[in-house]
Structures are given as structure tokens and as C-alpha cells.
């Protein structure tokens, strides 16, 4: 694997390639993440994975400074799950002055749920990734599920600005208990890490009393924000803070209406806090 740190050398060495497949990351890197490599080397001519940990997408209280850095691990992963270049640039490298030019995803996809809870994530999000696939050109991208409504703001823009890069989405990799692979969950005590669980069975939960629902023809917006409520009272009991535990549209995250018939395809998404550590997961249905 070849460990590249400015823009100039990683152009040099993808000048030889015609369909690069990326796989950008903020490093501290999980079984997830190697399956996106994994992917991605079935997609491309050359593979290529960034860490960057982007100072942009935190907000003034999150974890940018303790964000785990782990690169000489996340190397030798890489160079096992077979990835052939990794770009790796210094902040100077990226951000050489003040980033004042910024991609501004729509609000009404960019400022809900994880951009109500995290304002500006996504606009540091979609700058980052701008500037990585400016950096990188790549054919094919390659982004993890567990990050649904990235994933989704990332798609936008790369059509939007009518990007030459194929997106694809990874699923999710779970533990033996449910739990979805993250960097985030070494931040888990013992204890926490065997109650995190919780999080997937809610989602899973409120699935289930929507599906039961929407199948005895009882469903409604009013019902569905009751089956909401309960869902994290019922996790907030057991010691979490909950952002949101919510149903939406698959195709724009907005909440579904019930007009007319309701074989919209759905999804669950949650986000909620044990103890320091903030957890995100989500399931389709
Ligand atoms: O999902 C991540 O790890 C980050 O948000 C990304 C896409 C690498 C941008 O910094």
C-alpha cells in the first residue's frame, strides 16, 4: 500500500489509473470499514482509502480533539483488507488557510435529525468530501449505511453538482449483540458497551409497532408520533438521552404523511447518548 500525505503525489500516482474507488474515513477504523475497502476493490482499478479527521464537521463542544487517532493500526488493516493507496493529509494539506468556500446542502435534508442535534455537521461533511473527491477524482465512492442520512447528502451533492462518481453504499456490520460497528463505541465502558444494545432492539422495536400498525390500517401521523414518544421514554428510562428515535421516508427523510395508500418505503433512525457516548443507527423496514 502506498502512504501518500499532499494532493500533488496523490495526483501523480492515480494519473495511471482511470477508475479509482474511494473509501474517505476519519480513521480508527472497524470490521465497517475494511468491508467498504472490500468494496470498493471490487468497483475500481485502484483502491483508495483517506483518514482525515475533519475539524470542520465538529461542533465547539464535540470530540474533535479526543476523536481516536490510531494510524498506525488503521495502516496495517488497510494493507490486510488489500487497499492500494492511502491518502493521508495533514490538516495544512487540506485546509491551508480558513475554509471560507463551503458546500451548503438543503436544509430540509442537511438541518433535520442529525443536523438539528449537530448544526453545520453537514456542511463540513459535504465541504470535506468536496475536497477529498477533488483530490482523490474518483470513479466509484464508497460510503457506510450506518451514516443513512450522510450518505443520502452526499448522493445529492455529487448529483447536484453533476459529479463523475458512482456512489454506493455499504451495509451495516453488526456485533454478535446487534450492535453497529463505530469508532464511537470504544468510547463504551464495560457496562455501557453491553447496555448499547438497547439502541438497535428500540429501532427495531418501533419497526415492528409501525409494520403492526400500518398492517391493521391504525396508522397515522398522531399514532405514529405516540409509538415514537414511547420508544424513547422507554429508552431514556434505562439512562439514555435521545435525540431522536423517528420513522422516515426512505427517499427524503421526511416524516411519512398517510394521504394515501402507505407503501412508501421506510426507515428508522436514532441517535441517543450513554453516558459520553453519542450513538447513531438506523434500520429500513
Ligand atoms: O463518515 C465519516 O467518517 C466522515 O463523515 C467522512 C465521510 C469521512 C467525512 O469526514
Redesign the pocket.
Known sequence: MKLIHTITELRKVLGQHHSPAFV???GNLHDGHLALVRQAKTLGDVTVA?I?V?RL?FGPNEDFDTYPRTFEADCTKLENAGCDVLFAPKEQELYPEPQTFKVLPPPELADILEGHFRPGFFTG?CT??MKLFQAVQPAHAV??MK?YQ?QMVLRRMVQQFNMPVAMHTGATLRANDGLALSSRNGYLSETERAEAVQLHQALQGLAHATKAALQRGELNSHILQGLEAQSMAKLNERGWQTDYLTVRRRHDLQAPKFSTETDEALVVLGASRLGKTRLIDNLEF
Open positions: 474517505p474515513t476519519m483517506s482525515f475533519n464537521q461533511v470535506v468530501v460510503f457506510g451514516d450522510q
